[in-house]
């Protein structure tokens, strides 16, 4: 099946999402429906075809009862089996963990299962065909704003780009500690079949196919997404362990080391907890983290990534992370970090974003590179090279959405899988020593040298509806600082109060 016939697919499942919106269903919650359906339909496709049958979920939870249920019967009895694969372990327990049918409509739910899934052969479809179909869906359920969807979505170009940069092999051991719905690690997969592919040994895939890419997500439902996307990959397997754990990465210590982690852990300011009182009145609390393997304590969610990411590496193990700029800058356990992270691994390279790439509007982020190495007197880091592909560029979701080709040149400076050493300087890549980062106040690697060309000529100022646009992402982005100021400073009131 071509891409021609992949979006094609997608189109045909796209529009019965429309009809649905009618009925209340979320882009979001589509997708998730899709998700249960889908993976009922594969099962029932393994259990009849004759090479090696294999039953995944009990007869009286199969497909085929679906299809024989009618009206309201239907209704009741894919609750039952939503409810009874819940209680399942591996796969199936993490992709049907907590699900709840959401298509009250009978008549509906029957014309998805047979007239749009049923017909089709999703086992034999050709895997890159089917994972690209799921994939896409999942853009398109991050674009429903009102879904809060694309939270968890990074954009593609980025991804991709990350990921030939770090240049994944076939004998990495690779994780993402906040993935989302699994970008990164089907990069990281789609990276080693296409450079490794001809080459893999059958130790080699087995390995990949079953534990050496792994993702973690606090979110349910995203966790779900995940794991399906995987699956539709060709990594794990229905009846298998699950590669995608649901639990806070923050909450312990890694159980294991890896060698490479893609990561774009989730924005905000802090994680907080509400706590109600006897006399109803609530409060919400910052959680601060506390683990010994980690530099400061903060209840600041990017910097206890950045910890714990640091954590998760093995010896030589390295990092690729997308991170917002309080990172860069902010004092007390942020400067802390930067200076341990600076001395204790190889912080190399940092990539400036432009604003305008992220689902959530006004975000100001970067990508950071680094390594860990042996415990050593001499600082690591020797020189971190800076790219800044934020001044001067302008990008928005649909008129002028980012693209790989955008990024090119920052990988062509970045020399993937060559010495540093070779780096040249360009307009938009410079080096700055560890002695030059020391010196800087607070260690602030918020570093900009170029100018804004719409500062200089009133010829190169934005059209209006781009300008308005980014003072309204602009608007947004103070209005979650303050919002979170707001509510940590309305906790703080709360104790103080009730003491």
């Not at 045909?12 to 998730?32: A, F, H």
């Amino acid at each position: 099946m071509s891409t021609v016939d992949s979006r094609r697919l997608v189109q045909k499942l796209w529009n019965y999402c429309d009809v649905l919106r009618d009925d209340g269903v979320s882009t979001i919650d589509y997708v998730e429906q899709l998700t249960y359906l889908l993976f009922l339909k594969m099962a029932d496709e393994r259990a009849r075809r004759t090479f090696r049958p294999e039953q995944i979920v009990p007869d009286e939870l199969s497909w085929q009862t679906l299809l024989d249920a009618e009206g309201d019967d239907l209704e009741v009895q894919y609750r039952h089996i939503l409810t009874g694969l819940a209680r399942e372990g591996g796969t199936l327990g993490t992709i049907f963990r907590k699900a709840q049918n959401k298509i009250q409509d009978p008549a509906k739910l029957k014309r998805l299962i047979v007239d749009l899934i049923d017909k089709q052969e999703w086992s034999g479809t050709g895997v890159d065909v089917k994972g690209d179909a799921y994939e896409e869906l999942l853009a398109k359920g991050a674009e429903d704003a009102k879904s809060g969807a694309g939270q968890y979505f990074t954009p593609r170009a980025l991804t991709v780009a990350m990921v030939d940069c770090m240049l994944p092999t076939p004998d990495d051991t690779i994780t993402d500690p906040a993935c989302g719905t699994g970008g990164f690690l089907l990069a990281a997969y789609d990276h080693i079949q296409r450079h490794h592919g001809s080459s893999l040994t059958p130790d080699q895939r087995r390995r990949l196919a079953h534990g050496a890419i792994t993702g973690t997500e606090l979110v349910d439902g995203t966790a779900r997404l995940a794991a399906m996307n995987m699956l539709l990959h060709g990594i794990g397997t229905p009846n298998g362990p699950s590669l995608i754990t649901v639990r806070d990465a923050l909450s312990r210590e890694p159980d294991q080391r890896v060698s490479l982690v893609l990561a774009n852990p989730p924005f905000g300011r802090s994680s907080s907890i509400r706590m109600v009182g006897e006399d109803g009145r609530s409060s919400r609390e910052e959680r601060e983290i506390e683990r010994n393997d980690f530099w400061a304590t903060t209840a600041n969610k990017q910097l206890n990534f950045v910890q714990h990411i640091a954590a998760l590496l093995e010896i030589d193990g390295r990092a690729a992370v997308v991170l917002p700029d309080n990172v860069l800058f902010e004092g007390g356990a942020g400067e802390t970090i930067r200076r341990r992270l600076l001395k204790q691994y190889d912080l190399h390279t940092m990539l400036r974003l432009p604003t305008g790439i992220f689902y959530a509007g006004g975000v100001k982020a970067n990508v950071l590179f680094f390594e860990r190495k042996r415990a050593r007197e001499e600082p690591w880091t020797q020189n971190l090279w800076v790219y800044d592909f934020r001044t001067n560029q302008h990008f928005t979701l649909k008129q002028n959405p980012l693209r790989r080709e955008h990024l090119q040149d920052f990988v062509d400076c970045y020399l993937p899988g060559r010495d540093r050493s070779e780096r040249k300087p360009t307009e938009r890549f410079r080096a700055f020593s560890y002695d030059e980062l020391i010196a800087r106040d607070k260690v602030n690697l918020d570093i900009t040298w170029l100018k804004d060309a719409s500062l200089e000529d009133a010829d190169a100022l934005l059209p209006p509806e781009v300008i308005a646009k980014e003072i309204v992402e602009d608007l947004q982005a103070a209005l979650r600082e303050f919002a979170a100021i707001a509510e940590a400073l309305g906790a703080t009131g709360s104790r103080v109060d009730t003491d």
